[in-house]
């Protein structure tokens, strides 16, 4: 695979659609070097907790997608699937631009690992990058099947998700069609769409992990009975979520009198309650100033 410096807003051939999550958030990546890349999406209202900053869920979509890149770059003809992810911030992005920059840091036979850097950005180039907090991945290297997606020889150095009519006018957790079921047990559905599908027809990476989040915020906050949002996220993903509903389950382990610490499971309802995720949400006081 080589990098010819164009620009394109796709991944692969007819991935991902018009319709999705990667185009509605506006989302834009590039990669200067082969092992090293950069993500960024603007700050909207849409993206954001009732307390003004973007969710960490939405954070780790960006780290989710940029290591995807990364790693499809490294071991072409090869393909791949998320394995484990954290997350780690020290405050909510309420402004700008988030960005990620990240680099592969080994390459095996059989995982790939991925760092990542996040920073709050302005729309003003001369403003220097504030850090934000930090991410890694692991992902699994799997052998290329027929079925996999076609990936152009000559890879895009810049890759634009948003194109003309794209973008958030609500919510995004009412976009993509995130029902609460039991705030207290941090129980929520998600139907399957090809909005938040991923390459493998499974539900996107980054979506699992905002499933995540909000549940884990969710259930710590009445746990704690005060408003919580969550800071780090480590999402252990153990299958592929293809049916749906989707839904999750959250139980508060520890409380301290401004941070809470929370189990969530993520399971594919349709596929007999199969386990696809389970991670761990911290939540602090929420900002509310």
């Known amino acids: 695979m080589t990098e010819d410096g164009k620009t394109s807003s796709d991944i692969a051939v007819g991935y991902p659609p ?28 849409a ?17 989710d997608v940029l290591g995807g890149g990364l790693v499809v770059r490294s071991i072409y ?31 095996g036979r059989t995982t790939v690992v991925v760092e990542v850097d996040i920073f709050h950005e302005t729309s003003d180039s001369a403003m220097l990058a504030e850090s934000m907090g930090s991410a890694t991945m692991t992902f699994s290297r799997l052998p290329r099947r027929k ?11 810049k ?20 029902q609460v079921v039991d705030s207290v047990a941090g129980v929520l559905e998600l139907e399957m769409s ?10 996107q990476g980054g ?21 919580m949002t969550t800071r780090d996220l480590t999402i252990n993903y ?21 941070t809470a610490l929370t189990r969530v499971e993520v399971i594919d309802t349709g596929a007999n309650n199969r386990l696809l995720t389970v991670g761990m949400n911290t939540a602090m006081l929420a900002e509310t100033g």
């Open 18 to 45: 018009q319709r999705h999550i990667l185009r509605d958030l506006q989302i834009s990546l590039e990669f200067p070097r082969k092992r090293r890349g950069r993500v960024s999406a603007p700050v909207v209202p």
């Open 47 to 63: 993206i954001c907790t009732e307390h003004g900053g973007v969710h960490v869920g939405i954070v780790a979509t960006l780290v």
């Open 77 to 107: 003809p090869d393909w791949l699937a998320t394995s484990n992810l954290s997350v780690y911030t020290r405050r909510p992005v309420t402004s700008g631009f988030v960005t990620a920059r990240g680099s592969v840091l080994r390459t």
């Open 147 to 157: 079925t996999t997606m076609e990936i152009p020889n000559e890879s895009p150095g």
């Open 159 to 178: 890759i634009v998700f948003g194109t003309e009519g794209s973008g958030l006018s609500r919510s995004f957790l009412d976009e993509i069609g995130l």
């Open 194 to 203: 090809a909005y938040v599908r991923n390459s493998f027809h499974a539900l």
């Open 207 to 227: 979506v699992v992990a905002l499933l995540t989040d909000v549940a884990g915020q969710q259930a710590a906050s009445v746990a704690a009975g005060k408003p």
């Open 238 to 258: 153990l299958a592929q979520g293809k049916i749906g509903p989707i839904r999750t389950k959250a139980s508060v382990i520890r409380t301290t009198t401004d």
